[in-house]
C-alpha cells in the first residue's frame, strides 16, 4: 500500500453496530490508516446502518433472506465487497456463518471481534459460559478469520477481571467497553503494516499497550 493512502475497509453487521461505531470513530483521525469505505447489513431493520449513514458512510443491505442457500448469499456479499474495492472486511456483530469459500476468498483480509479471551469459550452466550466455568478473567479477541467458528490467528486481546456477584449482564457491560478500544486499536496496526500474518500466528511490530495483550 503506498504511504499516506488509507486502506479501504468494510464493515459488516447485523444489528445495532456498537463496535462498527468505535470503528468509525476512529477512522475520523486524519492520521488513522483505514478508511471505512462501506458498511453492509445482511438484516434491512439493522440499526447500525442509520448510524452509519448518519456519519456520512455508504451503507448497503444484501439481505440473506432473499437468497436460497448460504453460497449463493456470499457470492453476492463477496461481489458487493470487490465492487467497492475493499481491501479488509470487519465483521462487527455479523450473525452470519460464512462458507469456506468466502472465507477462503478473504484469507488474511478479514477481522472478527469474540467476546471471549479465544480459545475459551466458542459459539455464544459467552458470558454465562465465562460464568459457568468459574474464570477470574474474561474479555475479549480480535482474531483473523478462517473456516472454523471463532478460531484463527490472534491479534490481540484485552482482559477484565471476575467480580464476586458479576452477571452475564454485567460482565456483557464491561467487556463491550474493552471491545470499542481494542478493536480500532487493531485495525489500525493491521491497515497501517503493523500486524503481519506469518503463517497462522500474528507478528507484531511494536509494544502491546497497558492492558492489551498481544498475540506474540
Sequence with gaps: MAAGRKMRVAILISGRGSNMVALLEAARDPAYPAEIALVLSNRPDAAGLARAAEAGIPTQIIDHTA????????????AELRAASVELVCLAGFM???????????AGRMLNIH????????????????????VRLHGCTVHFVVPELDAGPIV???AIPVRQGDDPDSLADRVIVQERRLYPAVL????????????????????????VLFSL
Design 67 to 78: 437468497y436460497p442457500d448460504r453460497a449463493s448469499f456470499d457470492a453476492a456479499l463477496d
Design 96 to 106: 452470519r456463518i460464512l462458507t469456506p469459500g468466502f472465507v477462503a476468498g478473504w
Design 115 to 134: 467476546p471471549s479471551l479465544l480459545p475459551l469459550f466458542k459459539g455464544t452466550h459467552t458470558h454465562r459460559q465465562a460464568l459457568d466455568a468459574g
Design 156 to 158: 490481540a486481546q484485552a
Design 188 to 211: 489500525a496496526l493491521v491497515a497501517g503494516a503493523r500486524a503481519r500474518l506469518e503463517g497462522d500466528r500474528v507478528v507484531i511490530a511494536e509494544p502491546a499497550p497497558e492492558g
